[in-house]
């Protein structure tokens, strides 16, 4: 299954909003990740991710998103999490994720933490 993402810049917060929909196993992880890491790369260190479209998400997925994690911190910015969905989120509890990650309800709550 094909995984979408769509970003959405937000300058003045050195920002940029990724919605991420679909599932999340190997190759839809590495797109992903190639995505978020061209968003880095252009001055997005601070990068909030809509997971609400996401219906599962694979240990690969989470092991892009502890690695994105890790990208963003080195460029002085930070990775939030918007609105998993209850199998999504159950993962992440699941996994302890939820005390690596800052998870909001919305994006609106996310931009306002920066």
């Known amino acids: 299954m094909a995984v979408s993402v769509k970003v959405k810049k937000v300058p003045e917060k050195e920002a940029a909003i990724v919605e991420v929909g679909g ?15 061209d968003v880095i790369r252009q001055g997005g260190h601070n990068l909030i991710l809509d997971m609400s479209g996401v219906t599962f998400i694979a240990s690969d997925g989470l092991g892009m ?12 910015g930070t990775l939030k999490l918007v609105h998993p ?7 992440f509890r699941t996994t ?17 933490s920066l």
């Open 85 to 91: 969905q209850l199998q999504v989120l159950g993962i």
């Open 65 to 76: 998103l502890i690695k994105v994690r890790g990208d963003t911190r080195s460029q002085g």
């Open 23 to 37: 599932q999340v196993h190997l190759l839809e992880a590495k797109e992903v990740e190639n995505r978020l890491e």
């Open 96 to 112: 302890r994720l939820t005390k690596l990650f800052d998870i909001y309800p919305t994006t609106e709550e996310a931009l306002a």
